[in-house]
């Protein structure tokens, strides 16, 4: 027997002991089992072509149950407090970014200087202004709901690039957007905390600038100078820095999904919902903002992905710098795994879609 259709046969066995357990009353034995049934999921996945994307995404989730049920281990380790990992975590992680760019993703403004300024400017005005609709309406305590605005205010990450790629999209232009909204983050990010968030939260603007200057430009500025010096000579490193910035990414969500875990367990579901319908959003009017301005489909799917996906390492970084991991950091986290799985459904549904630009293109083929 397949080795992957019997651990999905485990998967299931595991999802339904944990159900049971759950249902009549014993939810903290159900712990073990909810992990189980994530794991061999995600390891099942990698025998299914098209479920393989989703490996990574249900080992986090494994993770983070098992930060639930188990939050002790996971905030410090004889003394040492695991949240202290976090800026060194996402400051090799935006060197990796770097180490994968070249300054030649630059030149994409003057290229396609159309599309990189609707992208970027739809991706700062779209995602930050849901951000604020929904903290405002969301009832939530003020730190969690400034959350929302915070990953709403945040610049691209590397995940929309992958996307873009698989949804058919203009991969050329989707660098170029996360790159100067990267490089944007240290002015556009602090300003629109202090005018969005500062009822909720009270924000430092030039330490935050500082901050993001200190994880994400000094990084990706010395990956930037590797990739120039050493590309292609060290290849090891190229092959090992996507691992360990996926490593890195789950860490920093288990160590902020532990020490939030009390506010989880009461608002949860809740934030889950609105964190999904600001990721959502993000799609939907992101491409529609590319329609507005006659874009091609191939863009429009870019400025989507674009708008739709944040850097969520990022965000949770601030959280860090700011004092509030536990408050603050909890919308960051939630959507950082949520982001993947849409965006891999959404990729592999315009995946199947022509855009218009096949040189086998035909009339009755047009996606509607």
């Known amino acids: 027997m397949n080795i992957y259709k019997l651990l999905s046969g485990i998967a299931a066995l595991c999802l339904l002991v944990a159900l049971y357990l759950a249902l009549s009353g014993n939810l903290p034995q159900a712990g073990p089992f909810f992990i189980a049934f994530f794991l061999s999921l995600a390891i099942s996945f990698r025998g299914y072509e098209k479920l393989k994307g989703f490996t990574y995404t249900t080992i986090i989730f494994a993770a983070v149950t098992t930060a639930l049920y188990y939050p002790q281990h996971f905030q410090s380790v004889n003394g040492f407090k695991l949240a202290t990992l976090i800026t060194p975590l996402i400051q090799i992680i935006m060197f990796g970014m770097g180490t994968s760019m070249s300054f030649g993703d630059f030149v994409g403004v003057v290229k396609m200087p159309k599309g990189v300024l609707i992208g970027v400017v739809s991706h700062f005005i779209i995602m930050?202004?849901?951000?604020?609709?929904?903290?405002?309406?969301?009832?939530?305590?003020?730190?969690?709901?400034?959350?929302?605005?915070?990953?709403?205010?945040s610049p691209n990450g590397m995940a929309s690039n992958v996307i873009s790629y698989l949804a058919?999209?203009?991969?050329?232009?989707s660098i170029t957007i996360t790159a100067i909204s990267t490089m944007l983050a240290p002015i556009v990010t602090p300003v629109l905390m202090s005018m969005l968030a500062g009822a909720f939260v009270q924000i430092d603007t030039l330490h935050m600038m500082w901050d993001i200057i200190k994880m994400v430009i000094i990084p990706i500025g010395a990956g930037l100078l590797f990739n120039r010096l050493f590309s292609g000579k060290v290849k090891w490193l190229d092959a090992a820095m996507p691992?360990?910035?996926?490593?890195?990414?789950?860490?920093?969500?288990?160590?902020?999904?532990?020490?939030?875990?009390?506010?989880?367990?009461?608002?949860?579901?809740?934030?889950?919902?609105?964190?999904?319908?600001?990721?959502?959003?993000?799609?939907?009017?992101?491409?529609?903002?590319?329609?507005?301005?006659?874009?091609?489909?191939?863009?429009?799917?870019?400025?989507?992905?674009?708008?739709?996906?944040?850097?969520?390492?990022?965000?949770?970084?601030?959280?860090?710098?700011?004092?509030?991991?536990?408050?603050?950091?909890?919308?960051?986290?939630?959507?950082?795994?949520?982001?993947?799985?849409?965006?891999?459904?959404?990729?592999?549904?315009?995946?199947?879609?022509?855009?218009?630009?096949?040189?086998?293109?035909?009339?009755?083929?047009?996606?509607?």
């Open 128 to 153: 930050p202004t849901i951000g604020y609709t929904l903290a405002s309406i969301s009832g939530f305590p003020p730190e969690i709901a400034a959350g929302i605005i915070l990953i709403g205010c």
């Open 243 to 368: 691992l360990v910035s996926m490593a890195g990414i789950a860490f920093i969500i288990v160590i902020i999904t532990a020490a939030g875990r009390d506010s989880l367990l009461t608002i949860g579901p809740a934030l889950l919902l609105l964190v999904l319908i600001h990721n959502l959003s993000g799609y939907t009017l992101g491409y529609w903002s590319g329609r507005l301005f006659k874009m091609s489909e191939r863009d429009c799917r870019t400025i989507a992905i674009e708008v739709g996906m944040q850097n969520g390492g990022l965000a949770s970084g601030i959280a860090k710098e700011m004092g509030k991991m536990a408050t603050v950091g909890l919308a960051p986290a939630i959507f950082g795994p949520l982001m993947n799985i849409t965006g891999s459904i959404l990729a592999s549904w315009w995946q199947s879609k022509p855009t218009g630009d096949e040189a086998t293109y035909v009339e009755t083929g047009r996606a509607h």
């Open 168 to 173: 058919k999209a203009n991969l050329a232009l």
